[in-house]
């Protein structure tokens, strides 16, 4: 159709001598096949932009790779409610817990690229568990585009009241002393809860220590509470509660800075292991969508997560539950994405955290 178009403006061009004579007839033919095909031109532009501004035309799954009531699915649950009303479609949050956010994450990368199912990865799942195990059924690369970072999520150190300890030397001189004693729990293999608690206990010179992984945050804080594990390293959201309630003892912060959810917690540097910030374990967590979903797609949800991150309303929620709002643009997202996954690998060595542990 292109070519028809080109041959004609070639004809058009011509306007003096005897080869306008010769070109009248050619012409003709061309006023006649544009006349023809204009309205065909027009009626598959209008179609493209048809099918770039029908999505979303359905309700949406968002699959959450972790159990229901854990930092993953807390961002996600607060980012869904506003982006629904964005999208103009019910985002359904679909929880497929297992294998360190292998099994949900999964069910995404075989998952039509048509928009209508999103995965809400975390950077444990994404960047971690693939340099952790070898076994690893997808590629984050090869099988998803980032559409959008959501939030970060700082993360607390906290040990079962049942333990009798207040803070970090109370810990670690009661772990070290009966390391085959106790055990700590995780969201799952490969995830961020399970390098920093496994990091932690490297640190403090008991690397016996038995890792318990869990389908999730929430199962596993269970057995905090109860006393079956000693401790646990995860986000501020799911632990918050708990000690601000007193059922768990907060014992210090990963990040650099006290935040100001908890002013009277101290960083791991003031509570005595400055050696833990020589790492960043600040996770993050944020949309995917299976690869070849188309770029108009991706850059709507880009554009409407920024946009609903700088609302006061989410901004608030987003803020109580202890996270942070990262605002980056697709290139930015995939970037940051790339980055971070050349870190995990050397670093997990250098701690001696192998999978399985």
Known sequence: MAEVFRLCNAVDSVKSGRVTGLLRGAAA???????????????????????????????IRMVVPFAPGGATDLAARAMSDRLS?????????????????????????????????LLYGASSTMLILPALESNVQFDTVRDFSVAAMAVKLPLLLAASPSLGVTDLKGLRDLLKANPDKYSYGSAGAG???????????????????????????????????AGRLAYIVDAMGPLGEHIRAGRLVGIAITEKERVPQFPNLPTMAEAGLPEF?????????????????????????????????????????????????????????????????????????????????
């Open 29 to 59: 033919v061309c006023g006649l096949a544009l006349s023809v095909l204009a309205p065909v031109t027009l009626i598959m532009g209008h179609g493209v932009a048809q099918a770039q501004e029908a999505w979303a035309s359905k309700s």
């Open 277 to 357: 910030l020589n790492y960043t374990w600040t996770p993050w967590s944020g949309i995917y969508v299976p690869k070849g979903t188309p770029v108009a797609i991706i850059e709507r949800i880009n554009r409407d997560v920024n946009r609903a991150l700088k609302e006061p309303e989410l901004l608030k929620k987003l803020t109580e539950l202890g996270f942070f709002p990262i605002y980056a643009s697709v290139a930015e997202s995939q970037a940051l994405v790339n980055r971070e996954s050349t870190l995990w690998a050397p670093l997990l060595k250098t701690l001696n955290i192998k999978g399985g542990n």
């Open 191 to 225: 995830t961020t809860s399970h390098v920093g608690a496994a990091a932690f206990a490297q640190m403090i010179g008991a690397p016996q220590i038995v890792h318990v992984p869990y389908k999730g945050t929430a199962p596993a804080i269970v057995d905090v509470l």
């Open 85 to 117: 009303q964005m999208f103009g479609q019910t985002i359904v949050i679909d929880n497929r817990a297992g294998a360190g956010g292998q099994v949900g994450t999964v069910i995404v990368a075989k998952a039509p690229a048509d928009g209508y199912t």
